[in-house]
């Protein structure tokens, strides 16, 4: 299987506790998305890495959230102090910068996601 | 602000045809996309479009006028495995490729 994995797939927690989710993006991409996933809502964007640089943030992601891609390739999201409102669908995606006709395509291919809980 | 209005939920029958809408006003705009997601999986890539027009893939097509903000996705032949939400995502200019979603269009397809 060559696509985006995350693990785990899903994590049950108490409030305040801290947990991490890892992602392993397709080998050769190199950009890497995080997107938080709400019932009956679309992915919200939390934050991008290009290779190991972490280019952009999301307001939504507070001081308790933090991002790493240590080497430019696997990833991990973590959440400090949890609370009931932190559960969602965590999305991971990658893309690769790829010219179509021209003009940019960069389709983004997403992993599984991690479902979490908070209680 | 940026904004992604799309249907909450749709019905249509086998084998006939359906057309979601999206409107969307956004700060910038570096192309449109169309993924479709099943139930507690992972959004798959359909459909992409950043000039004017129709672009086909099999069933399904998609459509972008730029200067009314608007597309539409279009599913033909409908199949009883089409029943997915269907989401409208906008890449925005000048930053890093990140998509803004709309809420999705839940499509149920029955017999």
């Known amino acids: 299987d060559t696509g985006v994995s995350q693990n785990p797939r899903h994590k049950i927690t108490k409030r305040g506790q801290n947990v991490t989710f890892r992602c392993d993006p397709i080998?050769?991409?190199?950009?890497l998305y995080w997107y938080r996933q709400t019932l009956g809502q679309g992915p919200e964007f939390l934050t991008y890495?290009?290779?190991?640089?972490?280019?952009?943030k999301s307001r939504l992601l507070s001081d308790r959230f933090s991002a790493e891609r240590p080497k430019g390739s696997f990833s991990t999201l973590e959440i400090q102090r949890t609370e009931q409102g932190d559960s969602a669908m965590y999305l991971c995606?990658?893309?690769?910068?790829?010219?179509?006709?021209?003009?940019?395509?960069?389709?983004?291919?997403f992993g599984p996601g991690t479902r979490l809980t908070v209680l | 602000g940026q904004n992604i209005d799309q249907p909450t939920e749709m019905t249509a029958t086998e084998g006939a045809i359906v057309q979601i809408n999206c409107t969307y006003q956004?700060?910038?705009?570096?192309?449109l996309f169309w993924y479709q997601q099943h139930a507690g999986e992972a959004p798959t890539f359909l459909s992409y479009?950043?000039?004017?027009g129709l672009e086909e893939k099999g069933r399904f097509s998609s459509f972008l006028s730029r200067s009314k903000g608007y597309s539409y996705l279009l599913l033909k032949e409908l199949q009883m495995k089409d029943s997915a939400s269907y989401l409208c995502?906008?890449?925005?200019?000048?930053?890093?490729?990140?998509?803004?979603f709309g809420a999705g269009t839940r499509l149920a397809v029955h017999p």
């Open positions: 995606a990658s893309s690769l910068r790829v010219a179509k006709t021209g003009a940019i395509y960069n389709e983004q291919f």
């Open positions: 956004t700060s910038g705009f570096n192309g």
């Open positions: 080998s050769e991409h190199n950009r």
């Open positions: 479009n950043v000039l004017d």
């Open positions: 995502a906008v890449r925005g200019s000048g930053g890093y490729n990140k998509l803004i």
């Open positions: 890495f290009q290779n190991e640089a972490q280019l952009e």
